[in-house]
Antibody, heavy 119, light 112 residues
Framework: QLQLQESGPGLVKPSETLSLTCAVSGGSISSGYYYWGWVRQSPGKGLEWIGSVSYSGTTYYIPSIKSRLSISADTSKNQFSLSLSSVTAADTAVYYC???????????WGQGALVTVSS | DVVMTQSPLSLPVTLGQPASISCRSSQSLVDSAGNTYLNWYQQRPGQSPRRLIYKVSIRDSGVPDRFSGSGSGTDFTLKISRVEAEDVGIYYCMQGTHWPGTFGQGTKVEIK
């Protein structure tokens, strides 16, 4: 059974960088035609897909935060990561790492990591 | 971006009774190959979302058959034939036909 687990700081100061890692077990991120991505959930905006990295290494980012977002995969560690710079309170959310089996059909979710942006 | 609109946003249901959630998209979800990428997710209290249905009507493995999805074009429905206590939570539709994928606002199902 595939499992995804987020890790990273739960508190980030405004203007700093939010960094999260998703460790994948029970399967390899380099096998199959999958996309490994991030969905965030905030009270104000509900569920929002923000970006992903494909099986071929191509990245996709939502335009509204594209200039601040970076997603990368480390196949040797079977994990992928998110980096969101210049954060504000609007970036406060639960961040889920996910597997997308294509066309945004998200079949696996991590347990979620609450990240609060506050000084 | 495609806007997904769910209704109702709150749905009190009596145990054993049916429930129906509507999801409408701001544009057709049929792609050039004739496929429709509309998924339904369930989020139980304190849990991550879980996919119930993909491509409008295909149930995921382990999903009870009391859940069914239907619809076409811009109008879609999730039905629960007989609500059970474990069905309490928030249900989201999500379209994957147009980039980027977008979610509906969610419908909260609770027991009366």
């Amino acid at each position: 059974q595939l499992q995804l687990q987020e890790s990273g700081p739960g508190l980030v100061k405004p203007s700093e960088t939010l960094s999260l890692t998703c460790a994948v077990s029970g399967g390899s991120i380099s096998s199959g035609y999958y996309y490994w991505g991030w969905v965030r959930q905030s009270p104000g905006k509900g569920l929002e897909w923000i970006g992903s990295v494909s099986y071929s290494g191509t990245t996709y980012y939502i335009p509204s935060i594209k200039s601040r977002l970076s997603i990368s995969a480390d196949t040797s560690k079977n994990q992928f990561s998110l980096s969101l710079s210049s954060v504000t309170a609007a970036d406060t959310a639960v961040y889920y790492c996910v597997r997308d089996s294509g066309h945004f059909s998200i079949d696996y979710w991590g347990q979620g990591a609450l990240v609060t942006v506050s000084s | 971006d495609v806007v997904m609109t769910q209704s109702p946003l709150s749905l009190p249901v009596t145990l054993g009774q049916p429930a129906s959630i509507s999801c409408r998209s701001s544009q057709s979800l049929v792609d050039s190959a004739g496929n429709t990428y509309l998924n339904w997710y369930q989020q139980r209290p304190g849990q991550s979302p879980r996919r119930l249905i993909y491509k409008v009507s295909i149930r995921d493995s382990g999903v009870p058959d009391r859940f069914s999805g239907s619809g076409s074009g811009t109008d879609f429905t999730l039905k629960i034939s007989r609500v059970e206590a474990e069905d309490v939570g928030i249900y989201y539709c999500m379209q994957g036909t147009h980039w980027p994928g977008t979610f509906g606002q969610g419908t909260k199902v609770e027991i009366k």
